[in-house]
T-cell receptor, first 109, second 112 residues
């Protein structure tokens, strides 16, 4: 069965304290792995798409990496405005997109 | 602003009723996706339409149905509503079949 597990569920960091969020997946025929950011009361906002193991993408303080079993979202020197829920999603061969439950990230000033 | 418009923003109704949620995709986007988000289940994929045709169906209840019209807007119909249907319903659109999805602001449905 296709599934996505994100860890940790919640993470509190001090401003400037780097860390990583994990997304483990089991999927038949990965057609893409996506990272989104969601602020309270809003729709998810696209961050990255990764397609194959070894691929990496960066945007400002965020860097996403992909292996055959998991993806990491590395956040370097975070700021309070990076506080949000980060969602990971996979697109399997059958196109039935699966989202993880997210990691709630809180950056303390 | 993602360019995806969902109406209404809020909907309060009673059990047993039927409601229609509307989604206008970004200009030029052919794909429309519907999701349900509840506190305990997270974001759940319901259905995907591409250029008017159903492409993939997730765990969508039989009481729920959707369609995409020739002008590419989409509607999600929820009938015989139950308390457990209370959730945020999101629509997303993308240019083609596997592109980046842009999400609307959602419709918050409260079933009383």
């Amino acid at each position: 069965e296709d599934q996505v597990t994100q860890s940790p569920e919640a993470l509190r960091l001090q401003e400037g304290e780097s860390s990583s969020l994990n997304c483990s997946y089991t999927v038949s025929g990965l057609r893409g792995l996506f990272w989104y950011r969601q602020d309270p009361g809003k729709g998810p906002e696209f961050l990255f798409t990764l397609y194959s193991a070894g691929e990496e993408k960066e945007k400002e303080r965020l860097k996403a990496t992909l292996t055959k079993k998991e993806s990491f979202l590395h956040i370097t020197a975070p700021k309070p405005e990076d506080s949000a829920t980060y969602l990971c999603a996979v697109r399997p061969r059958d196109d039935k997109i699966i989202f993880g439950k997210g990691t709630r990230l809180h950056i303390l000033p | 602003d993602s360019g995806v418009t969902q109406t209404p923003k809020h909907l309060i109704t009673a059990t047993g009723q039927r409601v229609t949620l509307r989604c206008s995709p970004r200009s030029g986007d052919l794909s429309v996706y519907w999701y349900q988000q509840s506190l305990d289940q997270g974001l759940q994929f319901l259905i995907h339409y591409y250029n008017g045709e159903e492409r993939a169906k997730g765990n969508i209840l039989e009481r729920f149905s959707a369609q995409q019209f020739p002008d590419l807007h989409s509607e999600l119909n929820l009938s015989s509503l139950e308390l457990g249907d209370s959730a945020l319903y999101f629509c997303a659109s993308s240019v083609a079949l596997t592109d980046i999805q842009y999400f609307g602001a959602g419709t918050r449905l409260s079933v009383l």
